[in-house]
C-alpha cells in the first residue's frame, strides 16, 4: 500500500513558477514509476508528466514540455513538480499517482495503469 500526498499548489499570476511535491509512504516508493496528471473543471483528467522509479526516464505532455520538470529523490520518497512559466489553462487540480512497472510513453500517459492517486492540489492561474 502507498499513500500519496500532493502540496504546493496555489493561486498565481500568469508566467508565474509554482513547485509541487507528493510524499509518498512506504518503503517500496522507489520501485514504483510516478505520475502527474490534472483535471480542470469540465474536463477529463489528462497526463501531465511521469517519471520512472529510477529517475532515468522522463515523459510530459506536449502542452507542458520545455515549461514542466518532473523529478524525484527516493531517499526523501516524494517526487517533484516543477511548473515554470504558468500559463491560465494550466489551471486544474493536479493529482500524482504511482504505478508497477511502466516500460514506454504509453504505458506512463494511462491513468488506468496507475494503481494510487494522491487527493489533490489546486492550482489556479490568473491572466
Do not use: H
Not at 509554482?18 to 496528471?37: I, P
Not at 515549461?67 to 489553462?89: C, G, H, W
Not at 504505478?99 to 492550482?123: E, I, K, L, P
Amino acid at each position: 500500500q502507498v499513500q500519496l500526498v500532493e502540496s504546493g499548489g496555489g493561486l498565481v499570476q500568469a508566467g508565474a513558477s509554482l513547485r509541487l511535491s507528493c510524499a509518498a509512504s512506504g518503503r517500496t516508493f522507489s520501485s514504483y514509476g510516478m505520475g502527474w496528471f490534472r483535471q480542470a473543471p469540465g474536463k477529463e483528467r489528462e497526463f501531465v508528466a511521469a517519471i520512472s522509479w529510477s529517475g532515468g526516464r522522463n515523459y510530459y505532455a506536449d502542452s507542458v514540455k520545455g515549461r514542466f520538470t518532473i523529478s524525484r529523490d527516493n531517499a526523501k520518497n516524494t517526487v517533484y513538480l516543477q511548473m515554470n512559466s504558468l500559463k491560465p489553462e494550466d489551471t486544474a487540480v493536479y493529482y500524482c499517482a504511482a504505478r508497477r512497472g511502466g516500460f514506454s510513453y504509453s504505458d506512463y500517459t494511462d491513468s488506468g495503469g496507475y494503481n494510487y492517486w494522491g487527493q489533490g492540489t489546486q492550482v489556479t492561474v490568473s491572466s
